[in-house]
Nanobody
Framework: QVQLVESGGGLVQAGGSLRLSCAASGRIFSINAMGWYRQAPGGQRELVAIITSGDSTNYHDSVKGRFTISRDNAKNTVYLQMYSLKPEDTAVYYC???????????????WGQGTQVTVSS
């Protein structure tokens, strides 16, 4: 029905950069907020950054000034540009989107499969 496909994860040294992408496809009428979450080993999933359909953004305090979220509505894609990466940023990063699949349909949350980001010290 709806798929979110992430890309761009990998291994990087501390201080390095990565850019994550997440493309939504399938039966999409409209997309509201899109966001990135992460889950470190043994930890809970936490919100990293979110962007609304009006391009308002919000960030976890630990990534403010280092990460930037953006979206391309024509491509149904959300990005997370990560700079000055730290070992504590190591986690599986998940894309999330609040999507309406038809004019009369309800909004639902969809998730990507996750992409691993590993920051070495």
């Amino acid at each position: 029905q709806v798929q979110l496909v992430e890309s761009g994860g990998g291994l990087v040294q501390a201080g390095g950069s990565l850019r994550l992408s997440c493309a939504a496809s399938g039966r999409i009428f409209s997309i509201n907020a899109m966001g990135w979450y992460r889950q470190a080993p043994g930890g809970q999933r936490e919100l990293v950054a979110i962007i609304t359909s009006g391009d308002s953004t919000n960030y976890h305090d630990s990534v403010k000034g280092r990460f930037t979220i953006s979206r391309d509505n024509a491509k149904n894609t959300v990005y997370l540009q990560m700079y000055s990466l730290k070992p504590e940023d190591t986690a599986v990063y998940y894309c999330n989107a609040d999507i309406r699949t038809s004019f009369y349909g309800a909004r639902s949350d969809f998730w990507g499969q996750g992409t691993q980001v590993t920051v070495s010290s």
